[in-house]
């Protein structure tokens, strides 16, 4: 089993910084790909950025794309979702996912293991 624990979450306004964190114990960290997901009320969870088991290789949604990055840290096995330029459409829930397959999948149907969430919002 693999156990996946976000935080960092909060209340920022329009032009801030959070910096996320998913802390995950149990399997073998490095074996599987990471990624995070949000959802905000109304609407399906949506895929914002995914990383490789290395690090080598990240993807991220184009809403995010050049304002948020994905990294992580295999001996701390965490992985981290620094987010700047914050706008009112971040706000949602946001979700880190573990990808056994390790494809850098879009499609939350396919990791494996998810965490509980941390609540971001942004205000104007």
């Known amino acids: 089993q693999v156990a996946l624990v976000e935080s960092g979450g909060g209340l920022v306004q329009v032009g801030g910084s959070l910096r996320l964190s998913c802390a995950v114990s149990g399997r073998t960290f490095s074996t599987y790909a990471m990624g995070w997901f949000r959802q905000a009320p109304g609407r399906e969870r949506e895929f914002v950025a995914a990383i490789s088991r290395s690090g080598g290789n990240t993807r991220y949604a184009e809403s995010v794309e050049g304002r948020f990055t994905i990294s992580r840290d295999n001996a701390k096995t965490a992985v981290y979702l620094a987010m700047n330029s914050l706008k009112p459409e971040d706000t949602a829930v946001y979700y880190c996912?573990?990808?056994?397959?390790?494809?850098?999948?879009?499609?939350?149907?396919?990791?494996?293991?998810w965490g509980r969430g941390t609540q971001v919002t942004v205000s104007s």
């Open positions: 996912a573990a990808d056994l397959t390790s494809v850098l999948s879009t499609r939350h149907y396919t990791y494996n293991y």
